[in-house]
């Protein structure tokens, strides 16, 4: 199992395995700053439009989020669908999948008694409610560096279990496939199944088969190979 091909094969899976985990952590950092970016957006149009209706005051700052408590659901309504959708992400605790945000529909539904809850009222709702996505990230620093590292830090031998059945001598096939851990292994290397426990009948017929095909290799190098120095090699 310590093949150089083995190693070789074993190194290129780890080195995939840590790439394509990499991809995946950088895609998912992606799509954070997508939604932590398009939410400062949209706190920017709102504390605008409050401003310019005179519920904010002239330089007040209009990424400051402590100021979304002056604004009223006229405000919000000024907001599209879009906006609305990365505002209730970016704020809605609550929120367990985001096809749970409901249309955007009129701001006379908030208004209807009972209300009907639409983007609009749902994002009015948790205006005052902390921000889930600045200042955090879908993974620390720490996680990004172990698999940005990875190809550097992937040893040139790996640690391969050696099986040792028959020390130095010669062993039989038949040993080997009464050997779990060896099946294991080859099952393992070739992609096929464990064939379990090997009968003795079959374990004899294997070390008979193996004792015939070098006899018959024997045979057949002496009649191919015409130069008799050449029949052991």
């Given at each position: ?21 990499l991809q995946r952590m950088k895609g ?17 149009i709102l504390l605008k439009t409050c ?183």
């Amino acid at each position: 199992m310590n093949h150089p091909y083995v190693c070789e094969q074993r190194r290129e899976e780890a080195r995939t395995h840590c790439q394509s985990k990499l991809q995946r952590m950088k895609g998912d950092y992606a799509k954070h700053m997508i939604s932590v970016d398009a939410n400062r957006d949209t706190v920017y149009i709102l504390l605008k439009t409050c401003q310019k209706e005179g519920y904010l005051e002239d330089g007040a700052c209009l990424s400051d989020e402590n100021n979304l408590k002056f604004c009223l659901l006229e405000h919000v309504d000024a907001l599209k669908a879009p906006q609305l959708k990365a505002f209730v992400i970016a704020h809605n605790d609550e929120l367990t999948r985001i096809s749970d945000i409901p249309n955007r529909d009129k701001l006379g539904e908030c208004k209807a008694n009972p209300p009907l809850m639409n983007s609009i009222l749902m994002a009015f709702n948790c205006q005052r409610k902390p921000n889930l996505l600045e200042g955090k990230q879908p993974h620390s620093a720490e996680e990004l560096a172990v698999y940005d590292n990875a190809d550097k830090s992937i040893a040139d031998d790996f640690n391969v279990t050696v099986v040792r059945i028959g020390g130095d001598n010669s062993v039989l096939h038949g040993n080997l496939l009464s050997d779990p851990l060896w099946r294991s292994n080859v099952s393992r290397l070739l992609n096929v199944a464990d064939p379990g426990e090997v009968g003795h009948e079959s374990l004899e017929k294997a070390n008979l088969l193996v004792k015939l095909l070098r006899a018959r290799f024997k045979r057949h190098a002496k009649t191919r190979i015409k130069q008799k120095s050449k029949h052991a090699h």
